[in-house]
């Protein structure tokens, strides 16, 4: 079940409201949180039922290690806590790793030795790298005492919570049992439910329009293994970069608009990133949830800035090698995340030499670094991200009476070169996208939709947000949305 689908809109999202909020007003809160959690299961199950018992064991083990961390239950078997850590960690780790990076391992050793080693291909279950994570938190915060109350029924729902399930954020204990305690947010608030709403709608046009738009062209030129021109190959790479920026920012304002409904804040996850003036501030506005994972519990207890300069580039570079790996099992993502690793150790560097950029240039230098790693990001293959990067630096191509169309004749064919003699070819045959990336540039540049929510809710904005609910649905109902990108990691 996806938050893109009429089914979610209209009949999942309002049953699970209307039932919760019914249980808490007879007062069976515990019933509600019951409710919540068996709802979010029916999300989960509607993907693949199959890997419903993987879930929850996860949830009985985890739950079951955490609340042996309590200090009543802690007395006795003090010397061991670190080790039963340790323990659990790993085996959230271990399960991890056997899904997620089992086959890549195998493909790997064959190269490597030659051999044919032929196993079934394991499916990634949806969500894994996520409930994981929030998981390990859980368990690294139980440990540290900051958990302050175990209650199974609170604990499912803290992981199954379907509104973050799937892809994010990543959260903390804290963070959520205490609103899901709180009287405040047992009866509708209508400020929430308007609030929810609109960011909902506007994620859901992110999404479906401008996100599923520039798909189109980016998979043209990632995926059909032709050699690009100097603007079908810049295309290409931007296409991909806002399909993801739309993408990831449409499904976080989704999941913070259906959260909402249910007086649940959950933590900003995306904050204009693209706005970025340099690559730390980047990694403080993108999936700013796994940033913070990776800072707290992978770059701090590897030694994080209270060591030697060296141990710190090292750290920085062990801590994006690793993120890079998260997304999924690919000497790609390994790639991008060395890339972005060794950009935060030059930052740091550029800053300990006391030297400063203009904004604008330093604007400029760090958007194209990101739109440039994001082609090893989005390759399936070295060959291919090569591809895409050599065009992109074929700027003597652009005079080419040869033109790339990276829209395959989606929009206009060939026709759109001759409308526009004026211009050089590979410009004319690209005018549609050139034009939407523009309007793209033009978009981030504004206030992002949490900024907008948080303003008074005028008559104006909402109207302006039911439109764009009715054009994202009408979308849906012609054709048919993609599965979000992070949904894949």
């Given amino acids: 079940m996806l938050f893109n689908t009429p089914f979610f809109v209209f009949l999942f999202l309002p049953v699970s409201f209307i039932v919760y909020f019914w249980l808490n007003q007879k007062r069976l809160i515990w019933v509600g949180k019951a409710w919540l959690v068996a709802a979010s299961l029916f999300f989960y199950i509607s ?40 323990f659990s960690i790993s085996i959230n780790l271990i399960l991890l790793a056997y899904f997620k990076y089992f ?58 919570y379907f509104p973050h399930l799937i892809a994010g954020p990543i959260l903390h204990h804290r963070e959520m049992m205490s609103q899901f305690d709180s009287r405040w947010s047992l009866v509708v608030r209508y400020r929430n439910v308007l609030s929810g709403l609109f960011i909902f709608s506007v994620g859901l046009f992110k999404k479906v329009i401008i996100a599923d738009t520039f798909s189109v062209w980016a998979n043209f030129g990632f995926d059909n293994g032709i050699n690009l021109d100097f603007v079908s ?11 993801l920026y739309f993408d990831f920012s449409g499904y976080c304002d989704m999941a913070i608009g259906a959260s909402l409904l249910f007086n649940i804040w959950l933590p900003i996850n995306f904050n204009s990133p693209y706005k970025a003036l340099n690559i730390k501030e980047f990694w403080r506005k993108w999936h700013i ?9 992978l770059f701090i207890p590897l030694g994080g800035n209270r060591c030697s300069t060296i141990h710190i580039y090292l750290n920085l570079m062990i801590t994006f090698i690793l993120g890079g790996l998260w997304h999924g099992a690919s000497w790609m993502f ?65 005079l080419n009476h040869q033109a790339t169309l990276t829209s395959q004749g989606t929009w206009g064919g060939t026709s759109s ?9 590979t410009l004319a045959a690209n005018i549609l996208c050139l034009i939407s990336v523009l309007l793209a540039f033009y978009i981030i540049s504004q206030k992002n939709s949490f900024e907008l929510m948080k303003e008074r809710l005028s008559n104006r904005k909402l109207s302006a947000a039911f439109l764009l609910f009715c054009i994202a649905m009408y979308s849906i109902m012609i054709t048919k949305s993609q599965v979000f990108l992070y949904f894949n990691f």
């Fill in 47 to 86: 993907w693949n039922f199959a890997y419903l018992p993987l879930l929850l064991g996860s949830i009985v083990f985890n739950y079951a290690i955490g609340s042996s961390f309590s200090k009543k239950k802690s007395k006795n078997f003090r010397f061991s806590r670190r080790l039963i850590l340790i």
């Fill in 417 to 425: 070169v001759y409308l526009l003699e004026w211009l050089p070819r």
């Fill in 289 to 297: 949830t796994l940033s913070r994972f990776l800072k707290d519990y």
């Fill in 103 to 160: 086959n890549f391992l195998i493909d790997n050793t064959n190269v490597i030795f030659s051999s044919s080693i032929d196993i079934p291909k394991i499916v990634l279950p949806l969500g894994i790298s996520f409930f994981t994570f929030t998981q390990i938190a859980y368990l690294v915060d139980s440990y540290k005492g900051e958990v302050k109350e175990y209650n199974f029924i609170n604990y499912a729902l803290f992981v199954t």
């Fill in 334 to 398: 390994v790639i991008w995340g060395t890339l972005h690793g060794l950009a935060l150790v030059t930052h740091r560097l550029w800053n300990s030499l006391g030297f400063y950029l203009p904004k604008p240039i330093a604007w400029l230098l760090t958007f194209n670094f990101i739109n440039f790693t994001w082609v090893f990001f989005r390759a399936k293959n070295l060959d291919d991200a090569l591809r895409i990067i050599i065009g992109m630096t074929n700027i003597n191509s652009i």
């Fill in 233 to 243: 190959a810049w295309c290409t790479s931007l296409s991909y970069t806002f399909q």
